[in-house]
């Protein structure tokens, strides 16, 4: 079915502002802050939104939220174990619930739910490159508030929301293994400089110099590296 002009050009908008929150922030942390807003100010009378990254286990990876009490229904989710949330992310399908307070479904979250005032939600997976790596989701202290339109645009909004989700991910794992192979490489040449100066220092040669800073490592319980970068900065040893 094709969808209606004004909902076309509604979500032209909130595809190009969504580029403009999500690509610009430095982190997915960041990022999935900034889509919880979206969510919120995307759906009419919605007062909460939130979006959530899970990995392949189904644990939360990253959580945004637009206030305290989202933060609660989504954290009491991972705690129990079930919720609309879950269910979109396992099921690959949006999840809505007219009343929590008379749902059915999910009845560990739906009490404690209730009771911080929710009365209706609707979560939609994301899903990027055949991936669902998380979902997006919004609250209301009203019951019936979310329609079939609020779905339909929850879910086209949720489809560039995950591509560019997984480029902010993806982003971030390139920049993680960059750190920790340079890291690698600090590490190794600080070893080889103190295995130096204690060949030089203490005659001895490669095996036995390096021999030595083990020897210290293990006695003092503390990293390889720490122990020949006090060496190179002229840490004497007896």
Not at 68 to 89: F, N, T
Not at 90 to 99: F, K, L, P, S, W
Request: proline share 4%; net charge negative; hydrophobic share 45%.
């Amino acid at each position: 079915m094709m969808m209606d002009l004004p909902l076309a050009q509604e979500l032209a908008v909130l595809t190009a502002r969504l580029a403009d929150l999500l690509l610009t922030r430095e982190s997915a942390a960041e990022a999935v802050q900034s889509l919880a807003q979206a969510a919120m100010e995307a759906v009419p009378h919605a007062s909460g939104g939130g979006a959530t990254l899970i990995d392949e286990r189904g644990r939360e990876t990253s959580t945004g939220a637009t206030d305290e009490v989202v933060l609660e229904a989504d954290r009491l989710q991972y705690d129990v174990g079930q919720g609309p949330c879950l269910s979109a992310w396992a099921e690959e399908r949006t999840q809505v619930i007219t009343d929590i307070a008379t749902e059915t479904r999910w009845p560990l979250w739906t009490q404690p739910a209730a009771v911080i005032g929710l009365r209706s939600a609707m979560s939609t997976p994301l899903t990027a490159g055949g991936t669902t790596i998380g979902a997006m989701k919004v609250y209301s202290n009203t019951p019936g508030t979310f329609t079939e339109r609020d779905a339909r645009l929850l879910e086209m909004l949720a489809r560039p929301a995950a591509v560019m989700l997984a480029n902010v991910q993806a982003r971030d794992a390139a920049e993680r293994a960059s750190q920790r192979m340079s890291q690698a490489i600090a590490d190794r040449d600080a070893i080889r400089m103190a295995t130096g100066i204690m060949m030089e220092r203490e005659h001895l040669d490669p095996e036995e110099a390096l021999s030595r800073i083990m020897s210290l490592s293990r006695l003092e319980k503390r990293a390889l590296r720490d122990i020949a970068q006090e060496i190179v900065a002229g840490r004497p040893v007896l």
